[in-house]
């Protein structure tokens, strides 16, 4: 067994505590990572509540990790220690359906293994998060992270960033495209960021007109505020290609979809625990679309991260030590973090 010390959380209602996790020993195609930053995602949060009902305790959270790394198995070809290196949501899957084999192992039909609170293939071994000083991973699901980034500016790229990339690339997102970000939060800032990087229009729907300066700072052509849905509709009807919506509270997304142009789509992101009430006729009248989108596969999350190297994207973040874990969680039931938290794992 591989022994590194992390903060787990022993119940749904008790504070993260630090706890002495027991890895698998490296395999011949692991690679050991020292990791130096793990951003706070709001998953995190849903999981150590145990409000998807899945929790095992103690859980270990944390899937926006960076590191080096600090041994590596015979069979390693990709990485030498040393390396810069990054785990996200996946830390491996069947590799033989046809998902896996199109690169899309975040959809296996046979299971992904998540990087914690998730069982690995063998059946038995549980797999813990980042919120810890090291990690062993196979090298097939370990990113290469870009040197000439910020690195605790880099963790949240591993979901937070790779959530967002992927629909606007599958959607085709690209000049003369207008897109709406509706949530300004970790995965709402990062949706703005790529989508004017990728050379679209981009409208940030917010509640509050406290957000609006930052989201133009961020990038933001407008900020469009929701108080009155009326004269939205009025000034913003069928004007947008895609809407991409981070919320994962309940909230109406007939708004939405009236403001697609024909073909548009409303993709949503966050996982609401009470079902939407869909008016169909805003679907039919312009043949549009409501979709959702689940992070991404290794070589898109690899082809994010390099991207962002070429175009120096980085998230906003608070850096913590991660003996403030709980308190990072109390904020962000407030929405009260720009944008991320982010554990220093290096003090720990
Ligand atoms: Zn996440
Ligand atoms: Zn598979």
């Given at each position: 067994?591989?022994?590194?010390?992390?903060?787990a959380?022993?119940s749904?209602?008790a504070?993260l505590?630090?706890?002495?996790?027991?890895?698998?020993?490296?395999?011949?195609?692991?690679?050991?990572?020292?990791?130096d930053?793990c951003?706070?995602?709001?998953s995190d949060?849903?999981?150590?509540?145990?409000?998807?009902?899945?929790?095992v305790?103690?859980?270990?959270?944390?899937?926006?990790i960076v590191g080096?790394?600090?041994?590596i198995?015979?069979?390693?070809?990709?990485?030498?220690?040393g390396?810069?290196?990054?785990?996200?949501c996946?830390?491996?899957?069947?590799?033989?359906?046809?998902?896996c084999?199109?690169?899309?192992?975040?959809?296996?039909?046979?299971?992904?293994v998540?990087?914690y609170?998730?069982?690995?293939?063998?059946?038995?071994?549980?797999?813990?998060?980042g919120?810890?000083q090291s990690?062993?991973v196979?090298?097939?699901f370990?990113?290469?992270?870009?040197?000439?980034?910020?690195?605790?500016?880099?963790?949240?790229?591993?979901?937070?960033?790779?959530?967002?990339?992927?629909?606007?690339?599958?959607?085709?997102?690209?000049?003369?495209k207008?897109?709406?970000?509706?949530g300004?939060?970790?995965?709402?800032?990062?949706?703005?960021?790529?989508?004017k990087?990728?050379?679209?229009?981009?409208?940030?729907?917010?509640?509050?007109?406290?957000?609006k300066?930052?989201?133009?700072?961020?990038g933001?052509?407008e900020?469009?505020?929701?108080?009155?849905?009326?004269k939205?509709?009025?000034?913003h009807?069928k004007?947008?290609?895609?809407?991409?919506?981070?919320?994962?509270a309940?909230?109406?997304l007939?708004?939405f979809?009236?403001?697609?142009?024909?073909?548009?789509s409303?993709?949503?992101?966050?996982?609401?625990?009470?079902?939407?009430?869909?008016?169909?006729?805003?679907?039919?009248?312009?043949?549009?679309?409501l979709?959702?989108s689940l992070?991404g596969?290794?070589?898109?999350?690899?082809?994010?991260?390099?991207?962002?190297s070429?175009?120096?994207i980085?998230?906003?973040?608070?850096?913590?030590?991660?003996?403030?874990?709980?308190?990072?969680?109390?904020?962000?039931?407030?929405?009260?973090v720009?944008?991320?938290?982010?554990?220093d794992?290096?003090?720990?």
């Amino acid at each position: 067994m591989y022994k590194t010390k992390g903060y787990a959380a022993f119940s749904a209602s008790a504070p993260l505590a630090p706890y002495e996790i027991q890895r698998r020993s490296p395999k011949k195609h692991d690679v050991v990572i020292a990791i130096d930053y793990c951003g706070v995602c709001h998953s995190d949060l849903h999981q150590v509540k145990n409000e998807w009902a899945s929790a095992v305790y103690p859980m270990v959270p944390g899937h926006e990790i960076v590191g080096r790394v600090i041994e590596i198995g015979t069979a390693v070809s990709k990485f030498k220690v040393g390396d810069l290196a990054g785990v996200g949501c996946l830390v491996d899957s069947c590799r033989t359906c046809n998902d896996c084999l199109q690169g899309q192992e975040q959809f296996c039909d046979y299971g992904r293994v998540g990087t914690y609170n998730s069982i690995e293939k063998d059946g038995v071994t549980r797999t813990f998060g980042g919120y810890s000083q090291s990690i062993v991973v196979d090298e097939n699901f370990t990113l290469k992270i870009p040197s000439n980034l910020e690195l605790s500016k880099v963790a949240p790229l591993l979901c937070a960033g790779i959530t967002t990339y992927s629909p606007l690339k599958h959607w085709n997102i690209g000049p003369g495209k207008k897109v709406g970000v509706v949530g300004l939060g970790g995965l709402g800032h990062m949706a703005v960021k790529f989508a004017k990087a990728f050379g679209a229009k981009v409208s940030v729907f917010s509640r509050s007109e406290k957000k609006k300066a930052d989201a133009l700072k961020l990038g933001a052509d407008e900020v469009i505020l929701t108080n009155s849905p009326d004269k939205i509709i009025l000034s913003h009807n069928k004007s947008f290609d895609m809407i991409i919506d981070t919320v994962s509270a309940p909230h109406d997304l007939n708004l939405f979809l009236q403001l697609l142009k024909r073909d548009g789509s409303c993709v949503l992101l966050g996982l609401p625990d009470i079902e939407p009430t869909i008016n169909i006729a805003h679907l039919i009248m312009g043949r549009k679309n409501l979709s959702g989108s689940l992070i991404g596969g290794i070589a898109e999350t690899q082809e994010m991260l390099d991207f962002c190297s070429a175009h120096n994207i980085t998230c906003e973040v608070e850096l913590i030590s991660p003996e403030k874990i709980n308190e990072a969680f109390e904020r962000m039931m407030k929405s009260d973090v720009h944008y991320r938290f982010v554990l220093d794992m290096k003090t720990l």
